[in-house]
């Protein structure tokens, strides 16, 4: 099975081939598995060529994507040289390179110095240095250029850049991806030479030109399996040398064929390590950006590869942040063109994750990170991103987390603005907060009125915004929110109003007497009596109407005995003022509704009550007694309540002992 010196070629399967080469040499056959390995790698060039001419005239033909993918292509390698079982690639790259490896200079010390040098580095293997490889040529070649090396290199170069589908199988690949990265930890260890560089550059122009049968040429399958770690290090190795070829081969690998797919081919394929896969076209984006820093319109064209590329959200939001970082390093300046691409690409991200329903998932912190990145470019971005926020944000987003954070002292000091600018961002921020405010008001009014607030006209919109939407859309919880504001910023009588209009939007039933709205009525009440006795008469049936609570309500009564009405009005002070009776309006009517709440409170909780809930019935009798009390006939109703239950639960007779005992 050997093959004569003069031979040429090994016209046999290729890794079948790879696999002779293997055992000729695990079995001692060193010559005869070099001369064998030459062959071999001499018809993978050969098919290359053959190939190429083969599809030169059908790829022309053939409709490709927007990527060069092809949804029905004219040639597919269902079986690859990376990921087989026996390891082709691998196996002919060892055995070629292995002749190339200079030897290390080993001898052997007897003295007191070697000894002393063992000591320190444990024996005389570890101070060998990494392999370093040098050419040693062909005998049989009649090329000068060809040797051990530059064949170990070409099919390391073919077999990686072949078009192959991605096997089916976790185990297959997760194997492929080993295979892959193992090989090319190999190539690193190469040092590249003139004559290396230059079998590099002309590979790469092979498998660009390579058709569906090259991973880096035109009119690939839609499943074929992707070149991003490859080309990562086709990019590194021939930027130096040839940064034209460099970017063509790393834009052209940015492409992801699966995902520019039907919707069917992307549910029916399983990529499990898809992952995987798409961090690696993160890192040879992140690589093609750092290299093309000095050149804009050539980070241009790596940007809008990754925006086109980069279907992942946290994938391109990853980029986004690398290229930030690379832009703003901690001692040196910034970039401010790597500057604007991270922007750009983080304007994509928020984008993406948008529609149809914003994403949880580190949605705030993309968001947030939008806002750092545009304070860093300055005015012109902030004034943007709340131009365009309703492509951006959400509104709760717009105006809780973007307008607030940039309008902060934090960001005036950073971003360095005079006073026009500040003045244009602050208009920016109440006109989007208006917007947003007008629709979501229950989520947005509260921010909208703050940034609001040194703007009177705006200010005056944002709560006739609030008023309007009181009605139909805002709850109560959030109504008393902002009415609470409107307090603390010194408008009392528009807290007021909004403190109605939260009242009839709220219910609280007898049994609710730990409801969280209970502190919001209390201030609504105290608020109503600290402006006078016409704001307390008119929210007073307000809380009769909706509030049930007999305790609730016993409070509110004694609370509005305790100070005149009106010590909050402007003459207040000036005017004697009396205390509110219990027998004349509008206590009295509060009053009644207390009476009448406890009464039914008593024959609901009498309805279930259990011997284990006695003590606590009997001090909520007494309650009951003390508000009874305050009515002028109090004490006949409250005796009359007692006797109604001796009457009614007459078979309770412990419990109607209990309260005989308490009040006769």
Sequence with gaps: MLVEPLSTLFPEHIPTACARVDALRSHGYSKEAMRLAVAVVRTMKENQLQQRKQFASITSKTVLGRTGVSHTPVYCNHEGYIGHALDPVGSIFETLSEVCIIPEDTVSVTTESSVSVQANFGSTSSLNASQKYQHVSIPTSRDRTESYLTLALEAALIGLGQQRLMPSGLYAQDKACKQEEKLIVKLQEVELDCTLVEVMRRQAKLLLEGGPASGLGLGIHVESVPMHTFAKYLFTSLLPHDSELAYTVGLRAMRLPILEGSGDTVMNARWFTLGHIETQQCELASTMLSAAKGDIPCLQTVLESAQCNIHSSTHLFKLAQDAFKMATPVEGPRHLPLVNVAFELGLQVVRMTLTPTPSPWRRREMVRWLVTCATDIGVKALVSIMHNWYTLFTPTEATGMVATTIMSHTTMLQVNVNYVQQEELANCARNLALQCAAKEPQSCALAALTLCEKDPVAFETAYQIVVDAAANVMDSSQLFNIARYMEHRGYPGRAYKLAVLAMKNLTLAYNQDSHPAINDIHWACA??????????????????????????????????????????????????????????????????????????????????????HYGDFIDFLSKARETFLLAHDGHIQFAQLIEHMKLIYKGKKKLMYLIKERFG
């Design 527 to 612: 608020l109503s009596h600290s402006l006078g006795k016409s704001e307390l008469t008119n929210i007073i049936p307000l809380v009769v109407k909706n509030v049930q609570c007999a305790t609730v309500l016993s409070d509110i009564l004694r609370r509005c005995t305790m100070t005149a009405p009106g010590m909050a009005s402007p003459d207040g002070k000036r005017r004697s003022l009396k205390l509110l009776s219990y027998d004349k309006s509008p206590l009295r009517q509060l009053l009644d509704a207390a009476i009448s709440a406890y009464i039914n409170t008593t024959h609901s909780r009498l309805t279930h009550i259990s011997p284990r």
